[in-house]
């Protein structure tokens, strides 16, 4: 990966400050688009969100502690392990299909996004 590819994938996140899309699409495609891999570039993306993770729990974990109770962390413990769970697993099989280069496979999901999200966008303009 060349500096400018991870410019160009790490820039792309200020994308997903649009409502409704996704961080870690948005650099994926990001990534594809700066020529690389579809492997390379899912990774790059999961690896970028390790410090954006791990800054919210910095700040969201102090306010847990002060303001919940002990079943509130019982709560968002479980929560947590949940979310840890199927974020590896999701990763897991989305990692396989780069893999084996079905990247081919995602494209009538991306169109469906594309085509949701342009009627969403017309609703909410004739609002």
């Known amino acids: 990966m060349s500096i400018w590819q991870a410019i160009a994938v ?6 997903a400050l649009i409502p409704g899309i996704s961080r870690s699409g948005v650099t994926v495609v990001g990534g594809l688009a700066s020529g690389l891999g579809a492997e390379a570039a899912a990774r790059f993306s ?7 993770i791990l800054a919210a729990g910095v700040l969201e ?9 002990p079943r ?11 979310a840890g769970l199927a974020a590896y697993g999701s990763t897991a099989l989305l ?5 084996r280069r079905e990247v081919k496979t ?8 594309i085509g949701a999200g342009l009627l969403f966008l017309v609703l909410l303009l004739a609002r």
Request: net charge positive; aromatic share 16%; glycine share 14%.
């Open 61 to 69: 974990v102090p306010k847990l502690l002060q303001y919940g109770t």
């Open 106 to 113: 995602l494209g009538p999901f991306g169109y469906y996004c």
């Open 95 to 99: 990692m396989v299909l780069f893999r």
């Open 46 to 52: 999961f690896l970028l969100a390790t410090p954006i």
């Open 10 to 15: 790490g820039t792309s996140q200020v994308l």
């Open 72 to 82: 509130t962390l019982e709560v968002a413990l479980f929560g947590g392990v949940v």
